[in-house]
Structure formats: C-alpha cells, structure tokens
C-alpha cells in the first residue's frame, strides 16, 4: 500500500514542471488539417510523460469557409522500465478498464446522435447511427449529421463526430473530433493519428 501512497504526491509534484513545449517535438502526432494547435507536454519523469494538444479542424463540407471544427487529444506514455510506471500499466490496462473506456465514448456520441435525432439541433436533418470501428490498439466511434445549405454553393454540409481510445502497451491515447468534414476523412485523420502514436517515442520527452 505504501507504493499508493507515494505514487500520487510524485505525481502532483512532477506536474509542477509541465511546460508547453515547441510543435517541431510532437508535429509527428498532429495531422494535417489541424490548425492553431495549442501544445502541452507534461514530462514526470521517471515513469511517465503525458501529452495533449487541442486544435481546429480545417472543415470541407461546411456550407461557409470562415467555419472551422475542433479536435482534442491526450496521449499518456508510461515506462515500463521503471517500476512506478510498471504499477501504473498494471493499473490502466485491464480489459475491465480498456473496456470501461471504449463504452463511455460509445455512450457519449449515442446520446448525442440521440438528442440530434430528437430534434434537439435542428429539423431536416439526416441522422446515421452510431458506428465502431477496430483499430490498432482499441476502437473507433462515430456519426454524422447531413444538413441542407441556405443561401450556399454547397448544396449539404455534412458534420462528424468521433471517439477514438488506445492503448497500445504502453501508451493510453484518448481522440476527440467535431468537425464538418466526410467521415472517411475523419476516420484517416485519427488512424494517422492512432499510427504516429503507436510509432512514437515518448521516452525522449522526459
């Protein structure tokens, strides 16, 4: 139990030297289409660097230009090599967990889609429902809205919404997207994502 006891002040403490950090150190990880992202790598070492970035999403299908999506993704590395962030991958990568975190996602875009299809954005739109995908590492969730355009070249925008959560052995990965944009289009930006991250190294961010 002492191990738990310590585990969390370290934690506290390495936050303390978080630090955003120049894009040319995890520019690998953002896809292209992202724009104006927004960076912070939290290095705690020895045992773990977490990583996010949030952005805007460069939107193909919206009914006007000036419009742009969101993007979110948290990326949290542990090193097996050191024996806290060994006790951390033991915590996090149970199957009840894995599972834990892949039905959340499902369930938040089902109640969204639901509340879309009750009318509660919005009347003449198109509904699909609620679709997953594997992935490397974990599963992919999501669904679009197609609505009409007034007063537009662009006949129908086309609006995603997707989850995405990994965890790859020793990293969790956690991809957030709203945009107006294919979901084709979405769904390459996150397994471009998804693949970078099974790709990368953490370790030289401590």
């Known amino acids: 139990m002492k191990k738990y006891y310590l585990l969390f002040p370290c934690i506290l403490l390495a936050a303390l030297y978080s630090f955003a950090q120049s894009s040319s150190r995890i520019s690998k990880l953002i896809p292209k289409g ?3 992202p927004v960076e912070t790598i939290q290095p705690m070492p020895p045992f773990m660097v977490r990583v996010e970035y949030v952005g805007q999403v460069t939107e193909t299908t919206s009914c006007s230009k000036e419009t742009v999506g969101e993007i979110k993704v948290a990326m949290s590395w542990y ?3 050191d024996e806290t962030g060994k006790m951390m991958l033991g915590m996090i990568s149970s199957p009840s967990e894995l599972q834990k975190q892949w039905q959340k996602n499902t369930d938040e875009l089902t109640d969204i889609c639901q ?19 594997e992935v490397t590492g974990g599963k992919l969730c999501f669904f679009d809205v197609t609505s009409p355009c007034v007063e537009s070249a662009v006949k ?10 990994i965890f790859d052995g020793k990293t969790q990965c956690d991809i957030r997207i709203e945009s107006q944009c294919s979901p084709d289009e ?3 930006m996150i397994k471009m994502i998804v693949f970078e991250v099974n790709n990368f ?3 030289g961010l401590l």
């Open 34 to 36: 992202v724009i104006n």
């Open 79 to 81: 090193n097996n090599n």
């Open 115 to 133: 509340q879309y299809k009750n009318g509660g954005y919005g009347e003449n739109l198109k509904v699909s429902e609620v679709k997953t995908e």
């Open 156 to 165: 129908a925008s086309q609006r995603t919404f997707a989850r995405c959560f």
């Open 186 to 188: 979405i769904k390459a």
């Open 201 to 203: 190294n953490f370790s």
